[in-house]
């Protein structure tokens, strides 16, 4: 382990706490009293190339192994519609966030621009992870206790008139602008990135207990890889687990159906089901 990842893994010992903004009341997430269940699942982790995955040290510090296999990358995309939308950005009413990535490589265009960005009256995000990277920036966001984008517009209340800025994935859901437009706001939908796949190879042993899809494009690119009776092997002995409705959907319309779906789409609550999981496979054992 690097001197980095062992700093880490260090802060994720023990009792885990986070603090994310909602509304005027302060959420917080924990991760306590977890317990060290006796199997240690085998977990396949897809991620995307560079990534830092928060649930791969979480498990690995109550021993598990955790292979991680690269499924895709993500590249940057420059418009001129994004720098419009940076420039103007005094215009908009709000700004929504719905991922890290999203937030990466909107401020990224900014300093490639040389702008200082001002945020709009209101910033919201999906889920505390894309707070945090906003945080980092300086930016406070407000987020839904529920972390998808279908909540959030629930959350956001009346927006009529409003013009609001969603910077965003290539081919991102259409659900969250079309509800926002449905209820009267302006909506701008602007790419920010893609995710490129990659081509992979599954490691041959140790098989895996565990496949855990923290995103939902995640499950296009790692099937996408695999020939049917492959991929009929695969789930016919590994388990699967799921960060939250919009990964679960994702399953769905592959014919999956995950055994583990975390309550809240945080990294956390996904480790923390994993675990209960493989408790209950202790104790079956």
């Not at 296999?69 to 009413?93: F, H, K, M, N, Q």
């Not at 209820?183 to 140790?206: C, E, H, M, N, W």
Request: hydrophobic share 40%.
């Amino acid at each position: 382990m690097r001197p980095a990842e062992g700093k880490q893994a260090e802060r994720h010992k023990g009792e885990l706490r986070r603090s994310t903004v909602a509304g005027n009341s302060q959420v917080k997430y924990s991760l306590t009293d977890i317990g060290c269940p006796r199997f240690k699942p085998v977990i396949l982790l897809p991620t995307l190339d560079g990534s830092h995955h928060s649930l791969e040290f979480h498990l690995k510090t109550l021993g598990n192994r955790i292979i991680r296999i690269t499924i895709a990358r993500v590249e940057p995309i420059a418009s001129c519609t994004l720098d419009r939308a940076l420039e103007r950005l005094g215009d908009y009413d709000a700004i929504i966030f719905a991922s890290q990535n999203a937030v990466e490589y909107f401020f990224s265009r900014a300093r490639a621009l040389r702008l200082r960005l001002k945020a709009p009256p209101r910033v919201f995000a999906v889920g505390p992870e894309t707070a945090r990277a906003l945080r980092r920036k300086g930016w406070r966001a407000r987020i839904p206790r529920s972390f998808h984008a279908e909540a959030l517009a629930n959350f956001m209340g009346n927006v009529k008139g409003w013009r609001i800025l969603l910077p965003r994935a290539e081919k991102g859901r259409e659900i969250l602008p079309r509800t926002l437009r449905r209820r009267g706001a302006r909506v701008d939908a602007v790419t920010v990135y893609r995710i490129v796949p990659q081509r992979f190879s599954l490691p041959a042993k140790p098989s895996a207990d565990l496949i855990a899809f923290t995103f939902g494009s995640a499950v296009d690119h790692f099937l996408a890889c695999l020939q049917a009776p492959a991929r009929r092997r695969f789930f016919a002995q590994t388990a699967i687990a799921s960060l939250g409705p919009s990964t679960t959907a994702a399953l769905r319309r592959r014919g999956l159906r995950p055994d583990i779906e975390a309550p809240q789409a945080t990294m956390t609550a996904l480790a923390k089901a994993i675990i209960r999981w493989a408790r209950n496979q202790s104790r079956e054992a």
